[in-house]
């Protein structure tokens, strides 16, 4: 299966008010940052601006069709649309969203650990979680099931009532196709955090498709860290994490 064509962009970069400076950063992520800017419909937005790399117009086409197929539910954040925009004489795509005026899961858990937050909370946010994960492992469209591949607390937001959705779909693909996990030169993997990732996915062998199971392998872990309020893996570096995730994998 061809990977899809950028489209033609359908948001008006004139009717998009958002400084690209350091006081609007909502997020940084390793394929994108993301700024808080205004809109004149849709209010407070965030637009996503998407790094330079060789493979760009790729990876925004694969996220701008992801966001369409899923977009205008309760369990991903909503897409308004794409533009380009110059940032430093580059032009950058850049997608506009939902604004999450609540943060994300992971500020929600750390921020400040005095505050208690009940179990009924985090029963409710886990809920949440296992739906929109559904909800993306189902058949949309008649196309095939999305595995996000990337689920940790920063890429899950928060409304203003304190419900939870995905977001970020950048690393995400469909689970019948023969995308797979991207790695750089130094045999990296780019845009996933390692200490949410499936063990399988250390193993090298990436050019089968992602399956939903890698989806569920982060759940667990993200149910775990609303329970206890603990980073995973926090005194284990890179290397030590990778060697036993492949060795627990392979026994």
């Not at 205008?72 to 897409?79: G, H, L, P, Q, T």
């Not at 649309?81 to 795509?93: Q, S, T």
Request: glycine content about 6%.
């Amino acid at each position: 299966m061809s990977s899809p064509m950028l489209c033609t962009p359908n948001f008006n970069i004139d009717s998009l008010k958002c400084k690209l400076d350091s006081s609007c950063i909502l997020g940084i992520g390793g394929s994108a940052i993301t700024f808080k800017g205004l809109h004149g419909i849709f209010g407070e937005v965030a637009a996503k601006v998407l790094a330079y790399n060789k493979d760009l117009d790729t990876t925004a086409a694969n996220e701008i069709d992801l966001l369409s197929t899923v977009n205008a539910n309760s369990f991903v954040v909503n897409f308004y649309g794409w533009c380009m925009m110059k940032r430093a004489g580059i032009k950058h795509p850049v997608i506009v969203m939902e604004y999450m005026a609540g943060g994300s899961l992971h500020q929600l858990l750390y921020r400040d650990l005095a505050i208690k937050l009940p179990i009924h909370f985090k029963n409710r946010l886990i809920k949440e979680l296992a739906g929109a994960i559904n909800f993306l492992h189902s058949k949309l469209k008649n196309k095939n099931p999305i595995v996000h591949c990337d689920l940790k607390p920063q890429n899950l937001l928060l409304t203003m009532e304190m419900h939870l959705k995905v977001s970020d779909l950048g690393s995400a693909a469909r689970s019948s196709t023969t995308e797979h996990i991207q790695k750089d030169k130094d045999d990296n993997f780019l845009y996933i955090t390692h200490r949410y990732c499936a063990p399988e996915l250390f193993t090298g062998n990436l050019n089968k498709r992602p399956l939903p199971q890698v989806d569920i392998y982060s759940f667990g872990i993200i149910l775990w860290e609303i329970m206890v309020r603990e980073e995973p893996y926090r005194y284990a570096n890179g290397g030590d994490f990778i060697q036993h995730a492949v060795k627990n994998h392979a026994n």
